[in-house]
């Protein structure tokens, strides 16, 4: 049996690539393909099962109050999601415990190992700073990525009792040491010509670790997102990270 998939954000540069990666995938079937100002209700129309959400921080959460209230599963590569959103989602999935949501700041295997490398060299260095650079046409900063990246970061620090190193800066223009997530640095570059890349630099005595993940094409989310459609289903509640799925 083929799974019966719909997409959210279908015109975009993520969403139509969604759309061609299910068209050609033996076991997906793609049944309804929405974009901003169409009809939700194709989505319920044509009996997805699957949902995948690539639309706009501003709009996902009610694609996905839609989606649950559906009874879809869902997965979710948009930005913008907040604890405060993730406490949200998680009540609604209370009321439908069958369901399964997955959220995955980024869907390429290369960044997934990037952010659990990072996790894992965290509490040997008390001084960490993410660099995220991307298309101009990106309409989030810092990127979900990153910030997921100095939330792992801050909270591997936390559990190992390392407080964040010092930083004698005293004097800075607004903005020159990036935004804080948590208690680390995060610096957002956009330019045109660049897909996704991030940079995590770790500093100690007279050494720096560097991990650097590119995606060169928007091509290298596919099979994370095929993998996530295909595991969905049988994840019920919410999986926030790739990770998860593929159990590193
Ligand atoms: N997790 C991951 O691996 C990745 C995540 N992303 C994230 O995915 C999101 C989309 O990125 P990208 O494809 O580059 O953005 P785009 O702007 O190219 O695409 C978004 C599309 O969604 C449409 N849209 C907006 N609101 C709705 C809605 N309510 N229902 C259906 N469609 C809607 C937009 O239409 P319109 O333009 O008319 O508003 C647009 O066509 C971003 O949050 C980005 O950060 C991107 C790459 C990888
Ligand atoms: O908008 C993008 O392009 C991307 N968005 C995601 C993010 O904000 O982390 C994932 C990837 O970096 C590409």
Redesign the pocket.
């Known amino acids: 049996m083929t799974i019966r998939v719909a997409v ?2 279908s ?5 139509a690539q969604a759309v061609r990666a299910v068209e050609n995938a033996d076991d997906l079937e793609l049944v309804a393909a ?3 100002g169409d009809e939700r209700s194709a989505v319920t129309d044509a009996k997805a099962e699957v949902v995948i959400d ?4 501003d ?1 996902v959460m ?2 996905l109050r839609f989606a649950v209230d559906a009874g879809l599963h869902a997965v979710v ?4 999601f907040s604890e405060e959103r993730l406490t949200t989602l998680r009540g609604w999935l209370a009321d439908r415990p069958e369901l399964g949501v997955l959220i ?5 295997l290369g960044a997934v190992l990037a952010m659990r490398f990072a996790q894992q060299a965290a509490r040997f260095y008390d001084s960490a700073e993410v660099i995220e650079l991307h298309h101009n046409r ?3 900063a810092p ?2 990525t990153a910030a997921h990246t100095a939330r792992l970061i801050g909270q591997a620090r936390a559990d190992a009792g390392v407080a964040p190193g010092p930083d004698a800066t005293s004097s800075e223009l607004p903005g020159a040491r990036g935004a804080s997530v948590g208690d680390v640095r995060v610096h957002s570059v956009r330019l045109p010509g660049l897909v ?1 890349h991030e940079e995590i630099l770790f500093g100690g005595e007279g050494e720096t670790l560097t991990i650097r993940h590119d995606s060169l094409d928007r091509a290298s ?1 596919m099979p994370g997102v095929l993998l996530g459609v295909r595991s969905v289903r049988t994840r019920p509640g919410l999986t926030v990270g790739l990770e998860h799925v593929l159990d590193l």
């Open positions: 959210f954000g015109r975009g540069r993520m969403g929405v974009d901003a690539f639309t706009h921080p709009a009610d694609n590569g948009t930005t913008g995955a700041p980024n869907f390429a990106k309409a989030d990127s979900g996704a989310f």
